[in-house]
């Protein structure tokens, strides 16, 4: 699979990777077996970019790959996980003590003295703007606890804010056909700084696949259905932000645009792969079938103007106006 660098640090990421937020919770129940197969599969398939968090499952998806990575000593995998949101999100969290405790806690989940890439996990806006914050994120790397690290955010002006700062080695944010905001400043500013872009919720939650309905029900402890409207967290990370009955029709019309031999998670896929400024898309996999098709994504040809041209004017008509003026 193509490898892409982050400029800033050298680090090299597959193109497409794997998001581990459903091996931990908050997407029904996976198994630890099921958690590892999905693992395997995806390294099979040529990932090389695994992103998780310390709340993920409060430890348990990094833990899992732990586990997994313990079992292939062989393999050259990159490790990306989060901190931040174990606390009140309360800017004067964001200090070196506290860093170094979670930063602890994650090495020790993760089995490792380093951790080869540590992200903010979308903390307080004025965070992005704090000398000290960032001061201390420079501390750990010194002290040898991170190799580099990187910002998690919600909003296009977080991420342009976060890009400004000399250290930072990525910008994670949401980028699919349903949110498009981040291809007009966030991108090419990256881009051009050399910050690596981490595309997180690349199927709107699953709402590009274009298997539900309007009566699709989720479990009681999936996200989809406890934070519809933010109630938990920020709304934008559920169904990137659209309302359900939207997205559903929406998900239908693009759905429509597949080409012969895609699949509408993978045209969503392909869609991302092709922005330029684009390192890695990290869609999650609830099993080893999906992790495999997730990463085929890769291989499939660009897509064509046209199809391109679709998929711009399907989300000017329904999904625009739910969104840009938000995220």
Known sequence: MEQRVMNRSGQQASVVGLGT??????????????????????AESGVTFFDTADVYGDGRSEQTIATFLRGRPGLDVLVATKMGRRVDQLPENYVLDNFRAWNDRSRRNLGVDRIDLVQLHCPPTPVYSSDEVFDALDTLVEEERIARYGVSVETCEEALTAIARPNVTSVQIILNPFRMKPLRQVLPAAAEAGVGIIARVPLASGLLSGKYTKDTVFAADDHRTYNRHGEAFDQGETFSGVDFATGVEAAAEFAALTPEGCTPAQLALRWIIQQPGVTTVIPGARSPEQARANAAAAALPELPAETLQAIEDLYDRRIREQVEHRW
């Open 21 to 42: 937020w459903q091996l931990g919770a908050d997407w029904g129940d996976v198994d630890e077996k099921d958690a590892l197969a999905v693992l395997d599969a995806a």
